[in-house]
C-alpha cells in the first residue's frame, strides 16, 4: 500500500519562500505520477503542480506559474514544491497526489480524480 507523507508547512509572512516535500512510500512498479493540489477555506480542492512519472515534465496552475516550481527525487521518490513570493490567497491545506495508472510516462496529470492516493495534507498559512 503507499503511503504519502507531506511535510514542511508552517506559518509564514507574505513574500517569503517555503518548501513542501512529499515523501513516498510503499510503492511497486517503476511509474508513479505525482501532482500537488490544495484546499482553501471555504472553497474546492484545486490542482497547483504536477510532475511526470519519467523525465521531470512539469505542469503548473495559472495562480502559482512563475511563482512555484515542483522537482522530485526519482531515486528517493521524494517530491517537492519550491514556493517563492508566497501570497496571503495561498493559505491552505496542501495535498500530495500520486498515481501509478500512467498511460504517457512523460504526461503530467492535473485532474483529481485520476490520482489514487493522498496525503494527509499539511497546513501553510501566509500572513499579510
Known amino acids: 500500500q503507499v503511503k504519502l507523507v507531506e511535510s514542511g508547512g508552517t506559518l509564514v509572512q507574505a513574500g517569503a519562500s517555503l518548501k513542501l516535500s512529499c515523501a513516498a512510500s510503499g510503492r511497486s512498479g517503476s511509474h508513479y505520477a505525482m501532482g500537488w493540489f490544495r484546499r482553501a477555506p471555504g472553497k474546492e480542492r484545486e490542482f497547483v503542480g504536477a510532475?511526470?512519472?519519467?523525465?521531470?515534465?512539469?505542469r503548473y496552475a495559472d495562480s502559482v506559474k512563475g511563482r512555484w516550481t515542483i522537482s522530485r527525487g526519482y531515486s528517493n521518490d521524494i517530491m517537492t514544491l519550491h514556493m517563492n513570493n508566497v501570497k496571503p490567497d495561498d493559505t491552505a491545506v496542501y495535498y500530495c497526489?500520486?498515481?501509478?495508472?500512467?498511460?504517457?510516462?512523460?504526461?503530467?496529470?492535473?485532474?483529481?480524480?485520476?490520482?489514487?492516493?493522498w496525503g494527509q495534507g499539511t497546513q501553510v498559512t501566509v500572513s499579510s
Open positions: 510532475i511526470s512519472a519519467i523525465g521531470g515534465n512539469t
Open positions: 497526489a500520486g498515481t501509478a495508472r500512467v498511460r504517457n510516462v512523460l504526461s503530467t496529470i492535473a485532474a483529481e480524480s485520476e490520482y489514487d492516493d
